[in-house]
T-cell receptor, first 113, second 117 residues
C-alpha cells in the first residue's frame, strides 16, 4: 500500500545551519506530495506541496522537489531560525482522487540560538 | 475566517469509559476528515465525510469508534468503550467543496490529545 518514510529525529541544529529532512514515498499512482509543519501547541499547517514530477514546492525559505526517479521529496532550508523549531511531516496523497493523506512519522526539529 | 476548532484539547479517561470528541470545520467546507496519531507513529487517516455522508471510513480501527456529522456541519467522534491503545492525538481537518481538498490543502485543527489510563 501507500507509505511514506521520513528521516527520524530528533534533529537539533544551530541557527543559520542548513537543514535537510529526507522523505521517500511508495511509487503507486501519481501522488501529490506535501510537507506539513506542526508548531508547538498548534495544528498541522501545510508548508509546501508539489503535484507532479520535477515540481518544486517552496514557502518560508523551505524547498522540496518532487523526484519521481528516486521517489523522494526531501525538505531543505538554507538557513534555519529558532522559529522553525517544530515537527515536520512528509505526506503523499492517496485514494482515487488523492483526497486523503498518508503521512510519515514526523521529524522533530529544534533550532538553538 | 475562523479555523477548524476541536474540543476538548485534552481528555484523560479511564479504560472502559466513553469519550466524545468534537470538530467544527470551517464554514462552507463540505469535506471533513478525521486522522489520528498514536505516540511515535504516523498520522493515520480515519475517515472522510462529504457533508453528512461517510465517503470513506476505511481507517476506522474497529466498531468502538463511531463518527457522525449530523446536518453536515460539526462532527463528533465517539470512542466507546475506550481502550489503552486508543491514546493519541486526534486531528480533524476540513476542505472546500468539490476538490477533495488535496490540491488546496486541508485546514487542520489543533487536535485533541486523548489519554486512556
Amino acid at each position: 500500500g501507500d507509505s511514506v518514510t521520513q528521516m527520524e529525529g530528533p534533529v537539533t541544529l544551530s541557527e543559520e545551519a542548513f537543514l535537510t529532512i529526507n522523505c521517500t514515498y511508495t511509487a503507486t499512482g501519481y501522488p501529490s506530495l506535501f510537507w506539513y509543519v506542526q508548531y508547538p501547541g498548534e495544528g498541522l499547517q501545510l508548508l509546501l506541496k508539489a503535484t507532479k514530477a520535477d515540481d518544486k514546492g517552496s514557502n518560508k525559505g523551505f524547498e522540496a522537489t518532487y523526484r519521481k526517479e528516486t521517489t523522494s521529496f526531501h525538505l531543505e532550508k538554507g538557513s534555519v531560525q529558532v522559529s522553525d523549531s517544530a515537527v515536520y511531516f512528509c505526506a503523499r496523497g492517496s485514494g482515487g482522487s488523492n483526497y486523503k493523506l498518508t503521512f510519515g512519522k514526523g521529524t522533530l526539529l529544534t533550532v538553538n540560538p | 475566517e475562523a479555523g477548524v476548532t476541536q474540543f476538548p484539547s485534552h481528555s484523560v479517561i479511564e479504560k472502559g469509559q466513553t469519550v466524545t470528541l468534537r470538530c467544527d470545520p470551517i464554514s462552507g467546507h463540505d469535506n471533513l476528515y478525521w486522522y489520528r496519531r498514536v505516540m511515535g507513529k504516523e498520522i493515520k487517516f480515519l475517515l472522510h465525510f462529504v457533508k453528512e455522508s461517510k465517503q470513506d471510513e476505511s481507517g476506522m480501527p474497529n466498531n468502538r469508534f463511531l463518527a457522525e456529522r449530523t446536518g453536515g456541519t460539526y462532527s463528533t467522534l465517539k470512542v466507546q468503550p475506550a481502550e489503552l491503545e486508543d491514546s493519541g492525538v486526534y486531528f480533524c481537518a476540513s476542505s472546500q467543496p468539490g476538490t477533495g481538498g488535496i490540491s488546496s490543502g486541508y485546514t487542520f485543527g489543533s487536535g485533541t490529545r486523548l489519554t486512556v489510563v
